[in-house]
C-alpha cells in the first residue's frame, strides 16, 4: 500500500515536466509496481516519473529494501523531495538575483522622499489602478498627483469646499515601469516598484512605509543613475522651500511640513542685526577646518530673545531659506521627552542643519508646576486630580542638565547651528546661556519708529516684477553683470489688484506720517503688521486711522513695561 501511494506521488510530482496530459497520465499509471512485484528499473522509473536519473535508482534502491517499514519509506521519500525543493528554491533565488537587484527604502530616510517625488512624475505612477485618494497631503510636497482642473482656478482657495484633489497608488500595489522612460529600447531597465504599509506596536503605534524597487539589471549603475535622477528632482521640487522635520511617535527625526522661503529683505529689524546673523552663520558653515584644527567642537548656539511678536521665529525661517538648511524643531515639552530621548534626537541631526528650541524658559516652568501638581495630589483623595496630574508629569521630564549635556556634551551632534528662543531672558539658568552653548545672543525689542516706516513701505512700496522671457533669459545666459544691469533698467513696477496706486515719493511720506504717530518701543512688530493687514489696499487711511488705533490700545491696556537698558545684551559675540 505505501509503495503504491509513494509511487502516485513520483508520478505527480512528474507531470509538471512531461509533455501533454495524456502521457502525464499514461506515467502515471505505469508507475505502480508490475503483478509480478518486480522493481522497474532505474531508467524506466527516471522515465516514468520525470525525476533526474541521478535520484531515480536512489529511490528504486530505497522502495526495494524489505528491512525498511513503509511509513520510514514515505519519511525518506518526503525528505528527498523537499530536499529537492529547497535546493530548486535556492538556485532560483541566486539565479534571480543575479538579474534582478532589490532595493527597500523606508519612509524615514531622505532617499525614500527622493524616490516619492521621482514617482510622482512618472505616467506609471500617474496611471496605476488601484489609488488612494484624499483631499489632505500626503506628507511631502510634491509627491502626489493633483487631479488635472483642480488647480486652474487661482482664486480656488476663497472656496473652503475646493480643497484639491490628490492620488498615489495603493498600499501593498505593484506596477511596472521602465527607465529610462525615453531612448532605445535596448537601454531600457524594468523596474517594479510597491509601497508597503506596516503596523508598528508599543504605546504610539502608528504605520510605517517603504518603497520596494525590484530592478531587472545586472549593474548597479542603473540603480545609481536612479538615484542621482531622482535626488536632483527633489531637490528642484523643494528649490524654493524649507523644510520642516519633527520628532514623532517613534522618536525619530520626520519631515512634517514644507514652507516657502521667506525673503530676508521682508523681515523688519534694528539696524545690524540681520547683517550679523547671516555673516555669522555663513562664516560658522565655512570653518568647519578651522574648529578642527584647533580642537573646538564644530558647534554653534544662538539666544533670540525678547518681548513676543518681535520677529524670532520669522527671522529664523528666513535664514534658513538664504541658507539652504532645513530646521529640526525640538519640543522640550512634547509627551514622553526625557533626557535619553532628548540626547537620542540631538545626536541623530544631520551635520548641516538648524535646531530650533522655542521657548526654551517655558519647558522648565511647566516642569516645576507639573511636580508641584503632582506632590499635592499624593494628598488628595480625588483620583481624577490624580490622574490629571499624572498626565501633567508626562509632559515634561527635561531636567537642566539633561539639556546641558544634550547641547555640549559628548554626544553632542557637529555642524549644527542651534537657535533658542525666550520671552524671559532673565529666567534662564546661566549655564545654559554661556559660551559653548549659546555663543551668540540677541535681544529683539518691541517696534521703533524706524521699524515701523519700513514696515509701511514693505506694505505698500510698488513691487518689482521681471517678466517671464526676461529671467529665463538671464538663468541661461548665466546672469552676468552686463546683462543684470540692462534688465534692471527693464523692471516694471505693479500693485496688487484694488490697491491705491502711489509712487515711491509717496509712499516714503505716507510711511513717516505713520511712523511718526506710533510711539517708540510700546507695540511689537506682530501688532503693527495686523493693524496693517486691515489696510492690505488702503496705505491712505491706514495713516488717517492709525492715531486712533493708538488711542484705543492705550485705552484697553497699559503699556507694555519697556526693557531696562542694564539687562540688554545687544548681539554679544563670544
Same mark, same amino acid.
Given at each position: 500500500?505505501?509503495?503504491?501511494?509513494?509511487?502516485?506521488?513520483?508520478?505527480?510530482?512528474?507531470?509538471?515536466?512531461?509533455?501533454?496530459?495524456?502521457?502525464?497520465?499514461?506515467?502515471?499509471?505505469?508507475?505502480?509496481?508490475?503483478?509480478?512485484?518486480?522493481?522497474?528499473?532505474?531508467?524506466?522509473?527516471?522515465?516514468?516519473?520525470?525525476?533526474?536519473?541521478?535520484?531515480?535508482?536512489?529511490?528504486?534502491?530505497?522502495?526495494?529494501?524489505?528491512?525498511?517499514?513503509?511509513?520510514?519509506?514515505?519519511?525518506?521519500?518526503?525528505?528527498?523531495?523537499?530536499?529537492?525543493?529547497?535546493?530548486?528554491?535556492?538556485?532560483?533565488?541566486?539565479?534571480?538575483?543575479?538579474?534582478?537587484?532589490?532595493?527597500?527604502?523606508?519612509?524615514?530616510?531622505?532617499?525614500?522622499?527622493?524616490?516619492?517625488?521621482?514617482?510622482?512624475?512618472?505616467?506609471?505612477?500617474? /496611471?496605476?489602478?488601484?489609488?488612494?485618494?484624499?483631499?489632505?497631503?500626503?506628507?511631502?510636497?510634491?509627491?502626489?498627483?493633483?487631479?488635472?482642473?483642480?488647480?486652474?482656478?487661482?482664486?480656488?482657495?476663497?472656496?473652503?469646499?475646493?480643497?484639491?484633489?490628490?492620488?498615489?497608488?495603493?498600499?501593498?500595489?505593484?506596477?511596472?515601469?521602465?527607465?529610462?522612460?525615453?531612448?532605445?529600447?535596448?537601454?531600457?531597465?524594468?523596474?517594479?516598484?510597491?509601497?508597503?504599509?506596516?503596523?508598528?506596536?508599543?504605546?504610539?503605534?502608528?504605520?510605517?512605509?517603504?518603497?520596494?524597487?525590484?530592478?531587472?539589471?545586472?549593474?548597479?549603475?542603473?540603480?545609481?543613475?536612479?538615484?542621482?535622477?531622482?535626488?536632483?528632482?527633489?531637490?528642484?521640487?523643494?528649490?524654493?522651500?524649507?523644510?520642516?522635520?519633527?520628532?514623532?511617535?517613534?522618536?525619530?527625526?520626520?519631515?512634517?511640513?514644507?514652507?516657502?522661503?521667506?525673503?530676508?529683505?521682508?523681515?523688519?529689524?534694528?539696524?545690524?542685526?540681520?547683517?550679523?546673523?547671516?555673516?555669522?552663520?555663513?562664516?560658522?558653515?565655512?570653518?568647519?577646518?578651522?574648529?578642527? +584644527?584647533?580642537?573646538?567642537?564644530?558647534?554653534?548656539?544662538?539666544?533670540?530673545?525678547?518681548?513676543?511678536?518681535?520677529?524670532?521665529?520669522?527671522?529664523?525661517?528666513?535664514?534658513?531659506?538664504?541658507?539652504?538648511?532645513?530646521?529640526?524643531?525640538?519640543?522640550?515639552?512634547?509627551?514622553?521627552?526625557?533626557?535619553?530621548?532628548?540626547?537620542?534626537?540631538?545626536?541623530?541631526?544631520?551635520?548641516?542643519?538648524?535646531?530650533?528650541?522655542?521657548?526654551?524658559?517655558?519647558?522648565?516652568?511647566?516642569?516645576?508646576?507639573?511636580?508641584?501638581? +503632582?506632590?499635592?495630589?499624593?494628598?488628595?483623595?480625588?483620583?481624577? /486630580?490624580?490622574?490629571?496630574?499624572?498626565?501633567?508629569?508626562?509632559?515634561?521630564?527635561?531636567?537642566?542638565?539633561?539639556?546641558?549635556?544634550?547641547?555640549?556634551?559628548?554626544?553632542?551632534?557637529?555642524?549644527?547651528?542651534?537657535?533658542?528662543?525666550?520671552?524671559?531672558? +532673565?529666567?534662564?539658568?546661566?549655564?545654559?546661556?554661556?559660551?559653548?552653548?549659546?555663543?551668540?545672543?540677541?535681544?529683539?525689542?518691541?517696534?521703533?519708529?524706524?521699524?515701523?516706516?519700513?514696515?509701511?513701505?514693505?506694505?505698500?512700496?510698488?513691487?518689482?516684477?521681471?517678466?517671464?522671457?526676461?529671467?529665463?533669459?538671464?538663468?541661461?545666459?548665466?546672469?552676468?553683470?552686463?546683462?543684470?544691469?540692462?534688465?534692471?533698467?527693464?523692471?516694471?513696477?505693479?500693485?496688487?489688484?484694488?490697491? /491705491?496706486?502711489?509712487?515711491?515719493?509717496?509712499?516714503?511720506?505716507?510711511?513717516?506720517?505713520?511712523?511718526?504717530?506710533?510711539?517708540?518701543?510700546?507695540?511689537?512688530?506682530?501688532?503693527?503688521?495686523?493693524?496693517?493687514?486691515?489696510?492690505?489696499?488702503?496705505?491712505?487711511?491706514?495713516?488717517?486711522?492709525?492715531?486712533?488705533?493708538?488711542?484705543?490700545?492705550?485705552?484697553?491696556?497699559?503699556?507694555?513695561?519697556?526693557?531696562?537698558?542694564?539687562?540688554?545684551?545687544?548681539?554679544?559675540?563670544?
Amino acid at each position: 500500500m505505501a509503495d503504491e501511494l509513494v509511487q502516485q506521488v513520483l508520478a505527480l510530482l512528474a507531470q509538471p515536466t512531461l509533455v501533454g496530459s495524456h502521457s502525464c497520465a499514461e506515467d502515471a499509471s505505469n508507475a505502480t509496481l508490475t503483478a509480478s512485484g518486480d522493481i522497474p528499473s532505474p531508467t524506466q522509473g527516471a522515465l516514468a516519473t520525470g525525476l533526474p536519473t541521478v535520484l531515480a535508482p536512489l529511490l528504486a534502491l530505497i522502495m526495494w529494501l524489505p528491512a525498511l517499514p513503509d511509513w520510514l519509506k514515505l519519511l525518506v521519500v518526503g525528505g528527498v523531495v523537499e530536499a529537492c525543493r529547497r535546493t530548486l528554491f535556492v538556485l532560483y533565488r541566486r539565479a534571480a538575483s543575479a538579474f534582478v537587484i532589490t532595493v527597500t527604502l523606508d519612509d524615514d530616510s531622505e532617499c525614500y522622499n527622493w524616490m516619492m517625488v521621482w514617482l510622482s512624475k512618472q505616467p506609471a505612477w500617474r /496611471t496605476a489602478r488601484e489609488l488612494e485618494i484624499s483631499t489632505r497631503q500626503f506628507g511631502l510636497r510634491g509627491n502626489a498627483t493633483t487631479v488635472p482642473g483642480e488647480q486652474a482656478d487661482a482664486n480656488a482657495f476663497l472656496d473652503p469646499q475646493s480643497r484639491c484633489l490628490q492620488y498615489i497608488p495603493s498600499a501593498s500595489t505593484s506596477f511596472i515601469l521602465s527607465y529610462p522612460a525615453h531612448g532605445p529600447w535596448y537601454s531600457r531597465r524594468r523596474i517594479s516598484v510597491t509601497r508597503l504599509q506596516r503596523s508598528m506596536g508599543g504605546y504610539y503605534g502608528g504605520t510605517v512605509e517603504s518603497l520596494e524597487l525590484r530592478i531587472f539589471a545586472r549593474s548597479h549603475a542603473v540603480l545609481d543613475r536612479l538615484l542621482l535622477e531622482a535626488k536632483r528632482a527633489f531637490l528642484a521640487e523643494q528649490n524654493d522651500h524649507v523644510s520642516i522635520f519633527a520628532a514623532q511617535n517613534r522618536d525619530l527625526w520626520r519631515r512634517i511640513a514644507s514652507r516657502p522661503k521667506r525673503a530676508l529683505d521682508s523681515i523688519v529689524l534694528d539696524p545690524g542685526i540681520k547683517d550679523l546673523l547671516m555673516n555669522d552663520a555663513r562664516e560658522f558653515l565655512k570653518s568647519r577646518d578651522w574648529y578642527n +584644527d584647533r580642537g573646538i567642537p564644530f558647534r554653534r548656539g544662538y539666544l533670540l530673545y525678547g518681548a513676543p511678536g518681535c520677529g524670532k521665529t520669522s527671522i529664523i525661517h528666513s535664514l534658513a531659506g538664504e541658507l539652504g538648511l532645513d530646521v529640526y524643531m525640538i519640543s522640550l515639552s512634547r509627551a514622553g521627552m526625557d533626557d535619553t530621548t532628548l540626547n537620542e534626537l540631538i545626536g541623530e541631526l544631520p551635520e548641516k542643519c538648524i535646531a530650533l528650541m522655542e521657548d526654551i524658559d517655558a519647558a522648565f516652568v511647566k516642569s516645576t508646576a507639573a511636580r508641584d501638581a +503632582d506632590d499635592g495630589a499624593h494628598d488628595n483623595v480625588n483620583s481624577k /486630580t490624580a490622574g490629571a496630574s499624572n498626565q501633567n508629569t508626562i509632559a515634561s521630564r527635561v531636567s537642566m542638565s539633561g539639556l546641558l549635556n544634550a547641547l555640549d556634551g559628548v554626544g553632542a551632534q557637529e555642524g549644527r547651528i542651534l537657535f533658542a528662543t525666550t520671552n524671559h531672558y +532673565d529666567a534662564l539658568d546661566p549655564a545654559l546661556c554661556r559660551p559653548g552653548r549659546m555663543d551668540v545672543h540677541i535681544e529683539f525689542r518691541l517696534a521703533s519708529q524706524h521699524q515701523a516706516c519700513e514696515l509701511f513701505k514693505h506694505f505698500y512700496a510698488p513691487r518689482r516684477k521681471r517678466t517671464l522671457d526676461e529671467a529665463s533669459e538671464q538663468s541661461d545666459s548665466g546672469s552676468n553683470s552686463d546683462s543684470a544691469s540692462s534688465s534692471v533698467s527693464s523692471l516694471s513696477f505693479v500693485q496688487s489688484e484694488g490697491s /491705491t496706486r502711489l509712487t515711491t515719493e509717496a509712499t516714503d511720506s505716507l510711511a513717516k506720517r505713520f511712523a511718526e504717530s506710533i510711539p517708540d518701543r510700546e507695540y511689537s512688530m506682530a501688532s503693527l503688521q495686523g493693524y496693517l493687514m486691515k489696510y492690505k489696499n488702503r496705505p491712505k487711511a491706514a495713516v488717517e486711522d492709525v492715531v486712533e488705533w493708538v488711542e484705543g490700545q492705550q485705552a484697553s491696556s497699559p503699556r507694555p513695561a519697556k526693557l531696562e537698558s542694564s539687562t540688554r545684551v545687544d548681539a554679544r559675540t563670544v
